[in-house]
Structures are given as C-alpha cells and as structure tokens.
C-alpha cells in the first residue's frame, strides 16, 4: 500500500467491507458501493433471489449487461476491460474473505 492508500469501510447490503484506496479515488468508491447498495436492495426486495452471494452475482451481471449493451448503438462497447478485470478480482477477494468468516 503507498502512502497515498487509505482504508475506507463500504456498507453494502448491510455488511461492511474494508478496502484500500487512494485517498482522490474514494468518493467515487463510496459512491460505487451506494449506488450498488441500491441495486442489491432492489434486488433482493424483489424476493426472486435469495443469499447474499447471489443477490451480488445476479447484481453484477445486471452491472455488466448494462455496461456492454446499455445506450450504445454502434454494437461496440466502451468498457475498460482492464477495469473490469480489477473490479472482478477485487470481488473475489470480498466473496473469499467473507466465505471464510462464515467457516469460522
């Protein structure tokens, strides 16, 4: 972590997660995590899906979908697959660590 990284504790489906950001990102991180939030409840509230893991995943591939095919016409997409590819890892590691709590 450089010295520009600091910790900041997402509330999301009422769970909290620590994650680490540098400190110009982090509004848009906790904007990321409500706006999420909002989508999970929603969700959720529907009563169709049930369990957190699953809430998440439905909730990431509604993300995703809208990301791909939202308002663009011109049949190609303006995701940064880098991006996503970090936004993915970085949900596996939440899911990972939030599996083994439950263990233990």
Same mark, same amino acid.
């Given at each position: 972590?450089?010295?520009?990284?600091?910790?900041?504790?997402?509330?999301?489906? #009422?769970?909290?997660?620590?994650?680490?950001? #540098? #400190?110009?990102?982090?509004?848009?991180?906790?904007?990321?995590?409500?706006?999420?939030?909002?989508?999970?409840?929603?969700?959720?509230?529907?009563?169709?899906?049930?369990?957190? #893991?699953?809430?998440?995943?439905?909730?990431?591939?509604?993300?995703?979908?809208?990301?791909?095919?939202?308002?663009?016409?011109?049949?190609?997409?303006?995701?940064?697959?880098?991006?996503?590819?970090?936004?993915?890892?970085?949900?596996?590691?939440?899911?990972?660590?939030?599996?083994?709590?439950?263990?233990?």
């Amino acid at each position: 972590m450089s010295k520009n990284d600091h910790s900041v504790t997402l509330r999301i489906l #009422e769970r909290e997660y620590q994650f680490s950001a #540098e #400190e110009e990102q982090r509004n848009q991180l906790m904007d990321a995590a409500r706006f999420l939030d909002g989508r999970m409840k929603e969700i959720r509230d529907s009563g169709r899906v049930v369990g957190t #893991e699953r809430i998440a995943v439905m909730a990431a591939l509604n993300l995703a979908f809208e990301l791909l095919h939202g308002d663009d016409n011109s049949g190609k997409s303006s995701v940064d697959t880098n991006r996503l590819t970090q936004l993915k890892y970085r949900i596996e590691e939440v899911l990972a660590s939030d599996s083994q709590l439950e263990l233990t």
